[in-house]
C-alpha cells in the first residue's frame, strides 16, 4: 500500500550545481502536483503533470525550473544552477481522476533541499 | 476558491476530543470543504473532505453547518500523535479551472497535551 514516495528526503547542494527531485505517484494514479514550502510559509503550488504532459505550470519560476512526467518513470523536478532561495521543502501530491474531479490530492513527505 | 478562517492555535488533552473550527462564509454551492494535516517534517495528510453533508471515516468527522459557512473537524480521541497544523481547504469541484490547486493557509497548530 505505498504512498507517494519521493527522493531523496534530504538535498544538500551548492549554488550554481542541480538538484533533481523524484516523485512516484501511488499506485493507480497519473496525475502529479508539485508545490513548494518555503521556511515559516505554507505550500504554493508549482506545476501539474500528467503522463508526457505538462497541464499547468503557472506557479513554477520561468528560468532553472523544469518538471516532467515521462510515460516510464517517476515524475522529475529539476532546478538548474540552484541559488541559497532555493531552499525550501519540496512536495509532490498525486491524485486520480481527471481534472476537476473530485479526488484528493496525496502528498509524498517531500525533498528537503539546502543550498549551501 | 473561498477564504477559510481558522484559529492559530488550540490545545487538547489527550484522549479527549478535538474540534478544530473552519469558518468559510464566502463558500459557494460547488466547493467542497477539505481538511489535510501537516505532522512536523511530514507531507501534508488528506483527512476528509465534504460537500454538505457530514462525513466520517476511520480518522475524523467533518460537521458542516446547515447553510454551509463553517465546519468543524473532529478527532474523537486525540492522541500526541495528532499533534499537527490542521488546514481547513475550500475546493472548487468542476470540470473547469484550476480546482486542482490546494491553497494553504496558516492552518491551525493542535498541541494534543499528556
Known amino acids: 500500500n505505498a504512498g507517494v514516495m519521493q527522493n531523496p528526503r534530504h538535498l544538500v547542494r551548492r549554488r550554481g550545481q542541480e538538484a533533481r527531485l523524484r516523485c512516484s505517484p501511488m499506485?493507480?494514479?497519473?496525475?502529479v502536483y508539485w508545490y513548494r514550502q518555503l521556511p515559516e510559509e505554507g505550500l504554493k503550488f508549482m506545476v501539474y503533470l500528467q503522463k508526457e504532459n505538462i497541464i499547468d505550470e503557472s506557479g513554477m519560476p520561468k528560468e532553472r525550473f523544469s518538471a516532467e512526467f515521462p510515460k516510464e518513470g517517476p515524475s522529475i523536478l529539476r532546478i538548474q544552477q540552484v541559488v541559497r532561495g532555493d531552499s525550501a521543502a519540496y512536495f509532490c501530491a498525486s491524485s486520480q481522476g481527471a481534472l476537476g474531479g473530485n479526488q484528493p490530492q496525496h502528498f509524498g513527505d517531500g525533498t528537503r533541499l539546502s543550498i549551501l | 476558491d473561498a477564504k477559510t478562517t481558522q484559529p492559530p492555535s488550540m490545545d487538547c488533552a489527550e484522549g479527549r476530543a478535538a474540534n478544530l473550527p473552519c469558518n468559510h462564509s464566502?463558500?459557494?454551492?460547488?466547493?467542497?470543504v477539505y481538511w489535510y494535516r501537516q505532522i512536523h517534517s511530514q507531507g501534508p495528510q488528506y483527512i476528509i473532505h465534504?460537500?454538505?453533508n457530514n462525513e466520517t471515516n476511520e480518522m475524523a468527522s467533518l460537521i458542516i453547518t446547515e447553510d454551509r459557512k463553517s465546519s468543524t473537524l473532529i478527532l474523537p480521541h486525540a492522541t500526541l500523535r495528532d499533534t499537527a497544523v490542521y488546514y481547513c481547504?475550500?475546493?472548487?469541484?468542476?470540470?473547469?479551472?484550476?480546482?486542482?490547486?490546494?491553497?494553504f493557509g496558516k492552518g491551525t497548530l493542535l498541541t494534543v497535551n499528556p
Open positions: 465534504g460537500l454538505k
Open positions: 464566502t463558500i459557494s454551492g460547488n466547493e467542497y
Open positions: 499506485k493507480g494514479h497519473s496525475h
Open positions: 481547504i475550500v475546493r472548487v469541484i468542476s470540470s473547469g479551472g484550476s480546482n486542482y490547486k490546494l491553497t
